[in-house]
């Protein structure tokens, strides 16, 4: 009895893998996906993933410094420090990922997309030199000068994703409202 069960599940494990698969012929893609990026257009998209684990950076600095904002004056000096500190690491990743950043790689209104992103990164680079000077005195106003320059790279760097065709994320660091 066994065995005649036994061949019983052999034979449709068997019959099942013989059955072809659905193939859903009716789907039509309605836009064709993008081109593979060109070698010198590789290179621009590696610089920008370097500067930006220095943006990344200055963000959780940024972060850190507004959640102490309220709190006692050693919090905040604290924190002034650790976003003086970031805000030169972060510009040794934005230096070293910005020469391969070569907007002329791309063709017409991507090139134009490209050049406001590598603009605001170059912003970014020469603001770095007076948060590192001037964070620690006074951190509340220097995240107030980089914060206007970060919203500026994130309207830059969500318009030129776009334009080349890749999903566009949003941010994870910001913070939500609390009721």
């Not at 370097?50 to 919090?75: E, F, M, N, P, W």
């Not at 907007?103 to 680079?125: C, G, H, N, W």
Request: charged share 25%.
């Amino acid at each position: 009895m066994r065995c005649l069960a036994v061949l019983l599940c052999f034979t449709a494990i068997s019959l099942g893998a013989q059955t072809p698969p659905v193939v859903d012929s009716v789907r039509v893609e309605s836009t064709p996906p993008p081109l593979p990026p060109s070698p010198e257009q590789k290179r621009f998209l590696d610089g920008l993933r370097t500067a930006t684990r220095g943006i990344a950076q200055l963000k959780d600095a940024l972060a850190r410094v507004t959640r102490a904002g309220g709190r006692d004056a050693a919090v905040q000096r604290r924190a002034g420090r650790l976003l003086s500190g970031l805000c030169g690491s972060s510009r040794a990743f934005m230096k070293r990922g910005r020469p391969q950043m070569s907007p002329t790689v791309y063709d017409d209104s991507v090139q134009l997309k490209a050049k406001r992103l590598v603009t605001q990164v170059d912003t970014l680079i020469k603001y770095t030199t007076t948060c590192e000077d001037s964070a620690t005195v006074a951190p509340g106003a220097t995240v107030l000068g980089l914060g206007k320059r970060m919203k500026n790279y994130d309207a830059a760097l969500r318009d030129f994703r776009v334009a080349i065709g890749l999903p566009v994320k949003e941010d994870t660091a910001k913070t939500t409202r609390r009721p």
